[in-house]
């Protein structure tokens, strides 16, 4: 059948729309940005960066500044918005995922405003994060002001991501990546053009607003010698159980507040009150830190203060982020990452100190590796660190330093922190497909209540003839009491599919069957039943009864999990909030 040509409309609608969303959320950062310090000059007022600003102020306006950001924000955070609780990311994971990437209205501005006041008081969270956020939900709210179908919300979300991550380093290739990795986006190539060109728009209207907008004057990298790769691969080792600490410690405090019952409104109080204290005796580990990690790639800062730093940071990191306050992560990963390395570039030194070995070097490229070994995602983290260096020498070290730290991460762990929390919440995203669909679907809805059965006393003859005259060459084997005691396929009797001899013809179904057998319960899910599918090669499943022990009810066949899954999203995809028409031949109406 050949395809018929797309229109002129279809070719240009996704694009505009691209170029439109990439446009506002190039804006959206733009303005949080500016939000940013607004907010800034207005809690500690003067001029000179936040570093000189909060020094200035009366230490005990330094406390209560971000305990009262916690106190005024925790209410919006839990009753009015509390999805933006948090980096941000995971939110649009599942609402690409589970809500064809419907996000409320209220997200931009809400987010927008909360992080931006959190940042400013000095709470140590991320801003990419939440632009990823509220690009996402500019795009978004486009497409449900005009009322356009799923398929075009999803491509707006991501470009909306993918825009805000652009225009936040003015690094659009990495901006397109981040979206391909974490967001686990179904990338098609027609959508892959889109995303780049709202990228690529997300930068240059950031260019415009912010002449001189990189985010760091990065040193000049160059590789002396290969055997320090060998350094670098042990860094990136590091960065992998550094993340993992991170995400420990983050987890850890969300679970012992829910634990201790502390009401959520009540948890950004907390982190407040930790970072007050804290910014007292470490101002520099406060914020966003990028005078820090500037600091650091300058080299002018000393072992000991890198050291102080770096755990300074994953302290107030984790109070902030653990208690629920709206913030990214990416930032104070970049910033721990910078610290590792130059902590292990200062001790190579010591060791070696002929070499040219500088800190700042290791700073670069412990900067993707804290990354990578956070979101997992090693490409969107080399290609951050290369877009602001523009160096190919430092491709290679970064690279030998991310996948050690994903390795690490994925084997004593498995997922990043964006996933975990999710997991946190019951919600369980493969490769951008929801989880929790098949979860919500129970086994006894899709079963084949008519299985193929054979008594377990069945002659080799007659078991050989319901093979060849069965469309579905597998069977359960009962008792004589009709319970199940064994399962036979066509494998288990291929040897005998010839005329049996005389020495065989007294063998039985009982005989050929398998008796260790794999069995599900008609009360399970089909998550529970695909995961058996995906790691054993079964075509079919006994479906247990839950009053009679040992009697199965039917069989649940791998394409019928296949198909009922199918049918579940078409059905969300032709629902009238879609707004798609639906076509089904005529005899599935």
Known sequence: MIKSKPSLRSVLFPLMLAVIIGGLAGLGAVFFRWLIEVFISFFWGGEGGFLL?????????RVAVPVLAGLVLGPLLHYVAPEIRGPGVPEVMAALAQRDGIIRHRVTLAKSFATAAFIASGCSVGREGPIVQIGSSIGSSLCQLFRLGPDHRKLAVACGAAAGIAATFQAPMAGTLFV???????????SLSHIVIAAVTGTMVSRSFWVDGILFQAPHFSLGHPAELLLYFGLGIMAGFLSLLLMAMIFALSKGLDRLKVPGWLTPLLGGVSIGILGLFHPRALGVGYEAVSSVLDGNLLFSSVLILLAAKLLATSACVGSGM??????????????LGAVCGNIAHLLWPASPLLPSHFALVGMGAMVAGTTLAPITAILTIFELTYNYEIILPL????IPSIIVVRLL??????????????IRIVRGHDANRLRAMKIRDYICKEPSVLSAGTPINEVIDAILNSNFPHFMVNNDQGKLVGILTLRDV???????????????????MIREMVTVKENDNLEAAFHLFSNHHFSFLPVMSLTVPDMAVGCLKKDALLTAYDQHILKDHCSPASNLVCKLPAAEK
């Not at 391909?180 to 027609?190: A, G, K, P, R, S």
């Not at 762990?413 to 019951?426: D, P, V």
């Not at 291929?494 to 050929?512: F, I, K, V, Y």
């Open 413 to 426: 762990h498995g997922f990043s922190i964006y996933e975990t929390k999710l997991l946190l919440q019951g």
């Open 399 to 402: 690279m030998l330093a991310c």
């Open 53 to 61: 600003q909060y020094s200035q102020a009366p230490v005990p306006w």
């Open 326 to 339: 709206s913030g990214g992560i990416f930032a104070p990963s970049l910033f721990l990452g910078a610290m």
């Open 494 to 512: 291929r040897a005998h599919l010839d005329q049996p001899g005389e020495a065989e013809s007294s063998l039985t179904a009982g005989d050929l």
């Open 180 to 190: 391909v990795e974490i967001l686990l986006f179904d990338l098609e190539v027609t």
